[in-house]
Antibody, heavy 125, light 107 residues
Framework: QVQLQESGPGLVKPSETLSLTCSVS??????????WGWIRQPPGKGLEWIGS???????YYNPSLKSRVIISVDTSQNQFSLKLNSVTAADTAVYYC?????????????????WGLGILVTVSS | EIVLTQSPATLSLSPGQRALLSCRAS??????LAWYQQKPGQAPRLLIY???NRATGIPTRFSGSGSGTDFRLTISSLEPEDFAVYYC?????????FGPGTKVEIK
């Protein structure tokens, strides 16, 4: 049973870089059978996909955030990370990491399961 | 980018009643639509994928239907733990989008 957990600073200053890590249990990233993703949710609002990454390092991003986002992976640590630069108050949100299904090569639409518990990041001076 | 619209925004029902939630896509997504449930302070939980397949461990009172641009999530008989916000989600052209959500509240 794969489990994911987000970690990182809960407070970031405006114009600085938000950095988060998602730790994945059971060595699942190294199997290269899945993509993984970051999704965020501003307080009281809906869900916004940020981007996704494969264990090989292949990425794709939300066009609305692409210029500010870098997602990377460290298979030796079973982790993938998010960096979002030039943050503003609008980036204040709960950030979730999740596994994208189905497995690579399997048919069907992409969806996310399971999700981490989420981490609240506040952008404020 | 495909836009998902959900209706109604809020659904006020009593336990035991049937809930019908709608999700409409701005372009066809074939059957590649998922539904999630989110309770306050919790992460979203996958309920339905590929429009009508229940995720592991999801009770049979949850069912999904539809294809193309019109989709429905049905909760046949609401249990107290079903009062939550429900989101639909799709991926097309390497971009994921979510609907704005439907809140199912106790009447």
């Amino acid at each position: 049973q794969v489990q994911l957990q987000e970690s990182g600073p809960g407070l970031v200053k405006p114009s600085e870089t938000l950095s988060l890590t998602c730790s994945v249990s059971a060595g699942a990233i190294g199997t290269n059978t899945y993509y993984w993703g970051w999704i965020r949710q501003p307080p009281g609002k809906g869900l916004e996909w940020i981007g996704s990454i494969h264990g090989s390092g292949s990425t794709y991003y939300n066009p609305s955030l692409k210029s500010r986002v870098i997602i990377s992976v460290d298979t030796s640590q079973n982790q993938f990370s998010l960096k979002l630069n030039s943050v503003t108050a609008a980036d204040t949100a709960v950030y979730y990491c999740a596994r994208r299904l189905p497995r690579i090569g399997e048919p069907g639409g992409n969806h996310f399961d399971p999700w981490g518990l989420g981490i609240l990041v506040t952008v404020s001076s | 980018e495909i836009v998902l619209t959900q209706s109604p925004a809020t659904l006020s029902l009593s336990p035991g009643q049937r809930a019908l939630l709608s999700c409409r896509a701005s372009q066809s997504v074939r059957s590649q639509l998922a539904w999630y449930q989110q309770k306050p302070g919790q992460a979203p939980r996958l309920l339905i994928y590929d429009a009508s397949n229940r995720a592991t461990g999801i009770p049979t009172r949850f069912s999904g239907s539809g294809s193309g641009t019109d989709f429905r999530l049905t909760i046949s008989s609401l249990e107290p733990e079903d009062f939550a916000v429900y989101y639909c989600q799709q991926r097309s052209d390497w971009v994921f989008t979510f609907g704005p959500g439907t809140k199912v509240e106790i009447k």
